[in-house]
């Protein structure tokens, strides 16, 4: 099922989220309508607060992102309790970012390019590894959604004023994005 997305403004985005556990009431259909809303709004990650519950769990699908990065053919991932480090020799790299939750605007974002990732799968099998380059990029962005960010906090406070327009239609809902969402003041 094509679930709303929640848009920037709304209490759950910047609410930080809980861990969960196998016994989740419904995760495997929850993880599948995930994967069905993020594939509908042609986006290739999504964090649960993005669809109004705060908990710690993610989906990834970078494979539409293997022609400008071969390595990430075929790369689908559901991380459930995610935790990330920084590694140190870790070099930044800027590039521009989007989100579902924030429709409309796109803008350059410095990320680390390698973190070391924990996380549980679909089937709550462990995983451990350091991730690099865009893949890493886009771990960091959700992994930001479980904490209450998002990506326009790490912009400049002069790009966010020539921004503060367009925020606050989204804020508003006065934005028309091709999907379904839920905006600030909605249930």
Known sequence: MILPVYLYGHPVIRKVAEPITAEYPDLQKLIA????TMYA??????????????????????????????ELA?????????TLEVVED???CSSEEGCLSVPGIHESVTRIEKVHLHWYDENFVEHDEVIEGYL???IQHECDHLEGKVFIDHISPIRKQL?????????????????RVKAAGTK
Not at 74 to 82: A, C, D, E, H
Not at 163 to 169: F, G, L, M
């Open 41 to 70: 709004t042609d986006g290739i990650g999504l964090a649960a607060p993005q669809i109004g519950r705060s908990i710690r769990l993610v989906v990834i699908d970078v494979d539409p992102c293997a022609e400008m990065h071969p």
């Open 90 to 92: 870790g070099k930044k």
């Open 163 to 179: 921004i503060k327009a367009k925020i606050n239609s989204i804020i508003k809902g006065r934005i028309d994005c091709g999907y």
């Open 136 to 138: 890493a990029r886009v």
């Open 33 to 36: 309508d995930m994967y069905e």
């Open 74 to 82: 075929g790369v689908k991932m559901t991380l459930i309790n995610p």
